[in-house]
């Protein structure tokens, strides 16, 4: 049995005081805080799709009512009590992390999504946030254009 000493195999990182290689953590574990003592705000997610007159009436791209074909994500977040100034918002391709005095929102997210060009608008009579995130997928026989 022979060991060898200076030389590193594949999947070992150059410091050796590094427990774990970044691409091994998982996105939005960073974000992670079980001692916080903030309550999780209600929220809900909605799936938009673009649909045009081919396809509700002929039915000719191969678009159906599944979260398969739709295009956007968008999740509306009650804050009662919230301004506008006190919400931090931070969204990664895979998580959203929302955080005001009083509550804190971690929420993985269940596509992929295009973290820099999403919208958000805070609707202040309704004490909502609605954050729109475009879905990344790869195209696919539903998902073609």
Same mark, same amino acid.
Request: net charge negative; hydrophobic share 30%; glycine share 6%.
């Given at each position: 049995?022979?060991?060898?000493? +200076?030389? #590193? +195999? /594949?999947?070992?990182?150059?410091? %050796?005081?590094?427990?774990?290689?970044?691409? !091994?953590? =998982?996105?939005?574990?960073?974000?992670?805080?079980?001692?916080?003592?903030? !309550? #999780? /705000?209600?929220?809900?997610? $909605?799936?938009? #799709?673009?649909?045009?007159?081919?396809?509700?009436?002929? +039915?000719?791209?191969? &678009?159906? =009512?599944?979260?398969?074909?739709?295009?956007?994500?968008?999740?509306?977040?009650?804050? =009662?009590?919230?301004?506008?100034?006190?919400?931090? *918002?931070?969204?990664?391709?895979?998580?959203?992390?929302?955080?005001? /005095?009083? &509550?804190? $929102? $971690?929420?993985?997210?269940?596509?992929?999504?295009?973290?820099?060009?999403?919208?958000? %608008?805070? *609707?202040?009579?309704?004490?909502?946030?609605?954050?729109? *995130?475009?879905?990344?997928?790869?195209?696919?026989?539903?998902?073609?254009?």
């Amino acid at each position: 049995m022979s060991r060898r000493t +200076g030389q #590193q +195999g /594949p999947g070992q990182s150059e410091n %050796r005081k590094t427990i774990w290689n970044t691409e !091994e953590v =998982p996105e939005g574990s960073e974000f992670d805080d079980t001692w916080d003592p903030r !309550e #999780q /705000p209600e929220y809900e997610i $909605l799936f938009k #799709q673009c649909v045009g007159t081919e396809d509700v009436f002929f +039915g000719m791209s191969r &678009k159906d =009512p599944s979260t398969a074909c739709c295009e956007d994500i968008v999740i509306k977040i009650k804050l =009662p009590g919230a301004k506008y100034s006190d919400i931090t *918002l931070d969204i990664q391709d895979k998580v959203l992390d929302l955080r005001t /005095p009083k &509550k804190k $929102l $971690l929420l993985h997210l269940p596509y992929r999504v295009d973290s820099k060009n999403g919208k958000a %608008r805070f *609707l202040s009579e309704e004490e909502t946030l609605e954050v729109t *995130l475009r879905v990344s997928r790869m195209f696919d026989f539903i998902n073609f254009a």
